[in-house]
């Protein structure tokens, strides 16, 4: 069976009648989240990890080079050195965020045994 023909016009009709439009919570635990996510993204430790991410991500495409004339085509070299600085960047966040949760962890336990004695 063939399908009908639409007209464009109608296309468009159905596509403004079904954009949503945002609302407003009265001040349920939704607010609450979304502002803790954005004082979150605010809080000095994400600017931190952005940029241990960012340098580790550099060093590992300073090391990778392009001008290597190792045979590989270029993309290909483009290719693995944006893996291995995604790689890079990935293992950077994770030692830091490692050393920030020790240090939480180590703090946690001086106030609790300062607490008991």
Same mark, same amino acid.
């Given at each position: 069976?063939? *399908? *009908?023909a639409?007209?464009?016009s109608?296309?468009?009709s159905?596509a403004k009648?079904a954009?949503? =439009? +945002?609302?407003r919570?009265s %001040?349920g635990?939704?607010d609450s989240?979304?502002?803790a996510? !954005? *004082? &979150?993204?605010?809080? +000095? &430790? #994400?600017?931190?990890?952005?940029? #241990?991410?960012?340098t580790?991500? &550099?060093?590992?495409?300073?090391e990778q080079?392009f001008?290597?004339?190792? %045979?590989? =085509?270029?993309?290909?070299?483009a %290719?693995?050195a944006?893996?291995e600085?995604?790689k890079?960047?990935?293992s950077? !966040?994770g030692r830091? &965020? =490692? =050393? ?5 962890r180590k703090a946690?336990k001086a106030?609790?045994a %300062?607490?008991?004695?």
């Amino acid at each position: 069976m063939a *399908k *009908k023909a639409t007209s464009k016009s109608g296309a468009r009709s159905r596509a403004k009648k079904a954009v949503a =439009t +945002p609302r407003r919570s009265s %001040g349920g635990s939704n607010d609450s989240m979304g502002e803790a996510f !954005i *004082k &979150l993204l605010q809080s +000095p &430790l #994400v600017a931190e990890l952005v940029a #241990v991410a960012a340098t580790a991500a &550099l060093a590992a495409l300073a090391e990778q080079g392009f001008t290597r004339g190792d %045979g590989a =085509t270029r993309g290909k070299r483009a %290719g693995k050195a944006v893996k291995e600085a995604g790689k890079a960047a990935a293992s950077a !966040i994770g030692r830091r &965020l =490692t =050393t920030e949760i020790d240090e939480i962890r180590k703090a946690s336990k001086a106030s609790k045994a %300062g607490a008991k004695a």
